[in-house]
Each structure stands twice: as C-alpha cells, then as structure tokens.
T-cell receptor, first 112, second 115 residues
C-alpha cells in the first residue's frame, strides 16, 4: 500500500524568504504525486502534480516541486513567500486503487 | 466551469441521528470520491464512485455509505452518528476516473458537528 510522510508539522518563514516543504512517499510502482493547499475552513486546491517526464514540475502561485526517485521524495519549493501563502499543505500519492493517500500536512506560518 | 459543490456547508446533528451529504462534481466529471478530515486522523479516504459503481471503500464502519446517481452527483450517508464523526467531509471529482492517477478536484467541504 502507498503512503506519504511529511516530516515537518509546522514551519514558520519570513515574508520574502524561500520555502521548502518535504514529502517522502512509499509506493512500489511509478508514483503519481500531488501537492494541495488548504486555507482555513476551505477545501483543497491543487498546486501541482507529477505523473512522468521532467522531474521539476511547475505549479500555480509560483510553486515548484522536484521528484527524486532515488530519495522517494517530492519536495515543494517557493523562492519568495507572500503572506497569503500561510496555509496547510498536503502531499498525496495516487495509485490504481482509485484513492489518494495523503500526508499529515505541514502548516506554514508567514511572519512579517 | 463551476467547481465541485457540496451541500450543506455546515451541519449540526446529535448522537444517534443520521445525515446525508451531497456532492455535485464538475460538469463532465464521472468519478466522485469522498474523504473525511479530522485533526487527529488527517485526511482519510471513504469511498470512490464511477458510473454509479463503488470501486473502492476505505476502512470505515458500515454506518458510512454512499451512492452515485446517473448524472454523477453523489451522496454520502452516515447513520447512528457518533461524536467522533465530527469532521470536515470533502468531495472530489475527476474526469475519467482512471484510478487516482487522474487529477482530483475538491469541493469546499461539509463541516459536520455531532453533539
């Protein structure tokens, strides 16, 4: 069965600083990987996804993620954080069993 | 194109009651999935439907059930509510339902509170 680990429960970053959120997955076959963001009281918004091909994936809101098969990782990055990026971020892996398996999430706080 | 819609957005019930939540997928999407989100357990998969057929079910008791209609709209039902059922219930739809390799788009959720 597939699983996802997000090692960081909470990250605080200054506005304008760079951000990196870690994600490690476990899956026997080629993974289909996603990053979603959730603002308080809201649903999940898709930031980006990786299916195959170029291992550096560009998403919305200036986010990018890099797939590293050797490290079973799919880390999310943003060069310069804005106050509106404060939210909870979820990494997920999809498989052929019609479900997404999510990590526990990382809460990002942005300080002025 | 309108996104995934869920009704109601908020719901308060008492223990022992039952509840029905509704989800309308993005137009043209045929797969609908349901997830439960709680602070303690995070996001957990409930079930997935495609063309009115349940293709997978998560590890939840039989009190949790769902169905999908011919227009792809879906409902989930929870009977004999327990305090632990308090959660945000999220619905997601995808275009072709080719496993969860297909991108899932989420609705805003229904916040259920059980008193």
């Amino acid at each position: 069965a597939q699983s996802v680990t997000q090692p960081d429960i909470h990250i605080t970053v200054s506005e304008g600083a760079s951000l990196e959120l870690r994600c490690n997955y476990s899956y026997g076959a080629t993974p289909y990987l996603f990053w979603y963001v959730q603002s308080p009281g809201q649903g999940l918004q898709l930031l980006l996804k990786y299916f195959s091909g170029d291992t550096l994936v560009q998403g919305i809101k200036g986010f990018e993620a890099e797939f590293k098969r050797s490290q079973s990782s799919f880390n999310l990055r943003k060069p310069s954080v804005h106050w509106s990026d404060a939210a909870e971020y979820f990494c997920a892996v999809g498989a052929s069993d019609y479900k997404l398996s999510f990590g526990a999430g990382t809460t990002v706080t942005v300080r002025a | 194109k309108a996104g995934v819609t869920q009704t109601p957005r908020y719901l308060i019930k008492t223990r022992g009651q039952q509840v029905t939540l509704s989800c309308s997928p993005i137009s043209g999407h045929r797969s609908v999935s349901w997830y439960q989100q709680t602070p303690g357990q995070g996001l957990q998969f409930l079930f997935e439907y495609f063309s009115e057929t349940q293709r997978n079910k998560g590890n939840f008791p039989g009190r949790f059930s769902g169905r999908q209609f011919s227009n792809s709209r879906s409902e989930m039902n929870v009977s004999t509510l327990e305090l632990g059922d308090s959660a945000l219930y999220l619905c997601a739809s995808s275009l072709s339902g080719q496993g969860s390799t297909d991108t899932q788009y989420f609705g805003p959720g229904t916040r259920l509170t059980v008193l």
